[in-house]
């Protein structure tokens, strides 16, 4: 298995002629065109539903958290300090054309004007497929909306988060909007027996929008979400219930790949979402010297392998279909620490496994309330976090040949803060476009109340939909 850990740069320079912004990962000074410096910090989160819809698990997150990955990121910059000021970029312009067109922005709003240079990655089939996919949008709290225990009638977990039921035209809508992935959380455990045989009336319902995004022509991503928690009775990465979890992991995705087995790449499988200790005081932080987490982590990569198995033997497309898997928590250092394996693939496919990621980041801004509400593309105490674990991804993997997917990222409205959130939104596409790496927005559909408001695109008002972050999502990608 190809066991992912912090890398010594200077053989990655020599052997990949790899061009890195000057001090990746350290104090040190990154040169990306405004100024930002680079410190650690892969703090993620979970998505959640609109506040009083379901448990809000933002506020679970420790200061802890937030420096959990400092010593690794800090060697990475060490071991490259040699050599990463004379490689050369690969790119002139990178991803860094200045906006000409403000029309499309609120009066007052401006685009952040960036310059930061794509970095030199092998030429290979799998980096291309992830440059292709771009920029996402994540459908969320729809299809992965659940209550427990389950209603009645099933099909309206649909709608039980926000109340909206998703058409073909927000389909359309969304693409014409730019993005060109889409992905389809999937809960599952409201949805099948016994046996995790799924209901015939949901697949078909969520097949119907996988269907109208895939004939779009846009990448298409689903998967087993809110499955985790011990009363859903689905998975759970502990050693107690770790054959129920195997059975259920494979049953469920035995049943997606026949139905989808035809599909081409377009369509993208993800093994799970966030697998993680729900309800312990590791649930969102991996620590290295604990038992349980050292213990979850192999549990997720003995699932992430049934995945994979359950996927290549079930025939068609599959054999080849892109896959993405997860680390502890979906979070940064939950896919870099040393105990996470990415699984083994059959002979004869190159890269066809994916890191899935999720990165709200810096957390401070991007989820804690009310922690900081603006963001400056030059000031480096707001953006270093994203340099940051960027940098740890690409090294770990992108220069390894090694697809990465940020499954979901975002940043909540915090009273009006609309020119930092689109400042933001631009600063981090730039960044993972310059580095290889796709970014999926959260989107819950949320813009008013206490909650979580990550919706930009307005599914029961699509003209009130916020033009502004979207225009600039777009900008840099």
């Not at 410096?37 to 998505?47: G, L």
């Not at 067109?101 to 709003?109: A, H, V, Y």
């Not at 259920?248 to 790949?257: A, F, G, P």
């Not at 989107?443 to 979580?452: K, L, P, Q, S, Y």
Request: proline share 3%; aromatic share 10%; charged share 25%.
């Amino acid at each position: 298995m190809l066991r992912k850990k912090i890398t010594t740069v200077v053989a990655l320079v020599m052997a990949f002629d790899l061009t890195l912004i000057s001090g990746c990962g350290s104090s040190a000074p990154v040169d990306t065109g405004s100024g930002t410096e680079a410190q650690a910090d892969t703090q993620t989160v979970s998505d959640q539903p609109e506040s009083g819809e379901a448990d809000n698990k933002s506020d679970d997150r420790s200061a802890a958290d937030t420096t959990a990955s400092d010593s690794g990121s800090t060697e990475v910059a060490e071991d490259n300090s040699a050599d990463n000021t004379s490689a050369d970029t690969g790119a002139d312009t990178g991803s860094g054309e200045e906006s000409t067109d403000n029309t499309k922005l609120s009066e007052g709003i401006t685009m952040p004007k960036l310059f930061i240079p794509d970095l030199k990655v092998h030429e290979m089939e799998a980096l291309a497929f992830v440059k292709d996919m771009g920029v996402g949008f994540n459908l969320g709290n729809t299809f992965d909306a659940y209550l427990d225990p389950t209603p009645a009638d099933e099909m309206s977990t649909e709608t039980c988060w926000h109340g909206t039921y998703t058409t073909k035209e927000m389909i359309e809508d969304i693409h014409e909007y730019g993005f060109d992935t889409i992905r389809i959380p999937v809960s599952w455990h409201n949805h099948v027996d016994g046996d995790a045989n799924i209901s015939a009336q949901w697949l078909d319902r969520v097949n119907e929008v996988v269907d109208w995004a895939y004939d779009e022509g846009m990448y298409v991503i689903i998967n087993i979400h809110h499955d985790n928690h011990l009363e859903a009775e689905g998975l759970y990465p502990d050693k107690a219930h770790l054959d129920k979890s195997k059975k259920y992991v494979s049953r469920v995705w035995e049943q997606l790949s026949d139905r989808f087995k035809d599909y081409d790449e377009h369509l993208i499988f993800e093994a799970m979402n966030e697998p993680r200790l729900v309800g312990t005081d590791h649930e969102w932080y991996f620590d290295n010297d604990s038992d349980e987490c050292r213990e979850a982590m192999e549990c997720i990569n003995e699932l992430n392998q049934v995945f994979v198995d359950t996927v290549r033997s079930s025939g068609g497309n599959n054999a080849s279909r892109y896959l993405m898997c997860p680390g502890y928590d979906a979070s940064v250092d939950g896919g870099t620490n040393s105990f996470f394996e990415l699984p083994q693939d059959i002979e004869g496919n190159e890269a066809r496994i994916m890191l899935s990621v999720h990165a709200y980041t810096p957390y401070n801004f991007a989820l804690e309330y009310p922690g900081v509400s603006d963001f400056d593309v030059n000031n480096a105490e707001r953006t270093r976090d994203i340099s940051t674990f960027m940098d740890k991804l690409f090294l770990n993997y992108v220069t390894h040949g090694v697809p990465v997917v940020i499954g979901e990222f975002g940043c909540r409205d915090k009273n009006g803060n609309l020119q930092d959130r689109v400042n933001y939104s631009a600063y981090f596409v730039a960044m993972a476009k310059a580095r290889n790496i796709a970014c999926v927005w959260w989107d819950n559909n949320a813009f008013m109340g206490d909650g979580e408001l990550f919706g930009i695109y307005n599914r029961k008002e699509p003209e009130k939909s916020n033009t502004d972050i979207i225009a600039a999502l777009m900008e840099y990608k």
